[in-house]
């Protein structure tokens, strides 16, 4: 528990999709550059799927211009419900 919530963590997100089906998450904050699979692909394919699209998304990123970039080029998704830049104090 984090403040009264309890926080999963997923180290990349192929980690985060195997942990979403086994509990679907009230909140997504989600790194852009992540292994495997990037933020913006995770974005994309859970904002598809009916059963997570309605899953608030924060993106963090310190990666300014890859999230400018997904921003300006995104076409099949929503904007992400909010963006904190890196770094940050909590």
Known sequence: MDQGFKVDIA??????????????????????????MTGVRFYRDIKKDPMYADIPVIIITGMHTEFENFMAHRRTAPPPDGYISKPFKP
Do not use: F, H, S
Not at 11 to 36: C, F, H, S, Y
């Open 11 to 36: 180290r990349n997100g192929d980690e985060a999709l195997d942990k979403m089906k086994e509990r679907k998450p009230d909140l997504i904050t989600l790194d852009i550059v992540m292994p495997q």
